[in-house]
């Protein structure tokens, strides 16, 4: 991860997730969890970000800041792909904290597991008119 934008990620944050439905962009709010500088998010096996991700793995999310009463974005675009190999889908589950709120286990096949891999980010500090974009 970029040195410059690692202190702007917590552990957990939600962030708006963009993804396609065929030709329909959706947005939605999930929980991005950061972890070894690497980027995940969780979901169930029947959602539809789920089916959007299987057919289409290009996605964006976009992370608000704030600072006083300034706001700033972070968007970082890449390809979303399923983690299938249990020892980081359990290290996700231990580290997150919440996990284990929706399923019972790493191995639970509802328990869909996303890593993304950056492509692209484009950042805008509080206060500033104009964002950044360069290549992750």
């Not at 399923?103 to 639970?108: I, L, T, V």
């Amino acid at each position: 991860m970029k040195d410059e934008l690692k202190n702007l990620f917590d552990k957990t944050q939600v962030v708006d997730l963009a993804s396609c439905d065929g030709k329909q962009p959706r947005v939605r709010p999930m929980t991005l969890i950061i972890m070894n500088d690497r980027l995940f998010l969780a979901t169930g096996s029947t959602d539809a970000k789920t089916r959007e991700l299987s057919s289409n793995p290009l996605s964006e999310f976009c992370l608000k800041i704030r600072d006083g009463k300034f706001t700033g974005t972070l968007r970082v675009s890449g390809s979303m792909i399923p983690v299938d190999e249990y020892a980081t889908r359990k290290a996700v589950a231990d580290f997150s904290g919440f996990i284990y709120d929706y399923w019972k286990d790493p191995a639970d096949p509802d328990y869909i597991l996303f890593e993304m891999h950056p492509s692209q980010y484009q950042y805008m500090a509080p206060g500033e008119m104009f964002a950044k974009t360069a290549a992750w």
